[in-house]
């Protein structure tokens, strides 16, 4: 609008100067600027415009790509030359998106699109859609009512892990033995389709033979089986929200779950400042989406109870415990089947001094091996480490289980 009045004015300067100075040229110049803005008005078609907004997902992982499709529809007989659109999405997704449309024929519906790609978890609003109505000039606009807003939720990074590794079970007198995660006997298992990070050596052959598809044996045991998973969110262990050390702290509790969950295991979700509750993959993941630092000073693992009838598993995602916190971590995972715990740094020991790096790795290596006396399986990461090559190398590095 700003564009039509500045003609306008330009129109009756123009107009003026002419009557001074007797130019006949100059004074058709002058009213074809004035009357162009005020045709360009009568020329805006005023007829109503819906917009319906369809998200390709409305659950996607850190970094997938989402795409946004907005179907502009002309409900006047009108056709519309120019529209022009700006959808708002939250600040942590980008800058509103501005589009263009031209040429929309009365009565028709044309769809335009454009892509987000998420860069942090969360729970994010995307709209209203800002609609303005423009002549072919721009000189004039109107703005029009537009959608609502639609919530697209961006889940943590997920790590594809492999089939859990083997465990050494020490009593701290240097004996150790092997067993799976998911132990039980081979005679009491069913088949299900086979979904991507599963372990090859799980596929049941004679299924495969007979369906034409991939088809995993997956334990008895396993499918009735609980499990829970304890993610530390105080601040004071591993820092605020959006810091790197929650921020992989989230990842790895997610990459956990996603594993037990997809191994046919009862999932349980508890923080420090929450409850365990039970959860199925979506809510779990719709969780860690919106989970925040909290104020609590205890780690909440003295709420810790194993459930179900089969061994529970308990997966553990914390800072690199202190002593008490070790003597806490011991005490509550005694009554567990399996125990897994994912000590996180809060900050990466390559960017720290010499002397604040030699600390972690002395602290870190304590509280390793003081759990895997207790019969834990210790993972050491930090914001710059993936949980997978670790997770890996503890798997090559212990020795292989013995033949039933």
Not at 270 to 293: I, N, Y
């Amino acid at each position: 609008m700003n564009r039509g009045r500045a003609v306008l004015l330009t129109g009756l300067a123009l107009w003026v100067g002419a009557r001074l100075t007797g130019s006949q040229g100059l004074h058709m110049v002058a009213l074809g600027l004035v009357v162009l803005p005020i045709a360009a008005t009568f020329f805006r078609s005023r007829g109503p415009v819906s917009v319906q907004r369809r998200l390709s997902a409305r659950q996607v992982a850190v970094g997938e790509r989402v795409t946004v499709t907005l179907d502009v529809r002309n409900r006047s007989a009108a056709r519309r030359p120019f529209l022009l659109l700006e959808d708002v999405v939250g600040s942590d997704l980008g800058k509103p998106s501005r589009l263009v449309l031209a040429g929309l024929p009365g009565g028709r519906t044309q769809a335009i699109s454009y892509s987000l790609v998420p860069r942090v978890r969360g729970r994010f609003s995307i709209g209203p859609a800002k609609i303005e109505v423009a002549d072919p000039f721009a000189l004039t606009k109107r703005r029009i009512p537009a959608s609502g807003s639609d919530w697209l939720v961006v889940t943590p990074r997920v790590e594809r892990l492999s089939r859990s590794p083997e465990r050494p079970r020490g009593s701290g007198g240097g004996e150790t033995s092997s067993r799976h995660l998911f132990t039980s006997g081979d005679e009491f298992f069913a088949i299900r389709g086979y979904q991507t990070g599963d372990d090859l050596r799980r596929i049941h052959w004679p299924s495969v033979a007979r369906t034409g598809e991939l088809m995993i044996r997956q334990d008895e045991s396993a499918r009735h089986a609980a499990a829970t998973v304890l993610l530390d969110t105080r601040r004071r262990a591993l820092g605020p929200s959006r810091s790197p050390g929650f921020e992989r702290a989230v990842s790895a509790a997610a990459s956990l779950g996603v594993l037990l969950y997809e191994n046919g295991f009862t999932l349980n979700f508890m923080t420090s400042d929450r409850p365990p509750s039970v959860v199925t993959m979506e809510t779990f993941l719709e969780s860690l989406a919106g989970v925040e630092d909290s104020t609590a000073q205890a780690l909440g693992i003295h709420r810790l109870r194993p459930t179900g009838e089969a061994p529970s598993t308990l997966a553990l995602v914390t800072a690199v415990p202190d002593a008490s916190g070790i003597a806490s971590m011991t005490r509550a995972g005694a009554p567990f089947g399996v125990r897994m715990a994912v000590l996180v740094h809060p900050a990466d020991p390559a960017s720290c001094s010499l002397d604040v790096s030699a600390q972690m790795s002395d602290r870190s290596s304590i509280a390793r091996l003081s759990l895997m006396r207790a019969g834990w399986e210790v993972f050491v990461i930090s914001p710059g480490t993936e949980l997978r090559d670790v997770w890996i190398r503890t798997e090559r590095r212990l020795p292989a289980p013995s033949a039933r």
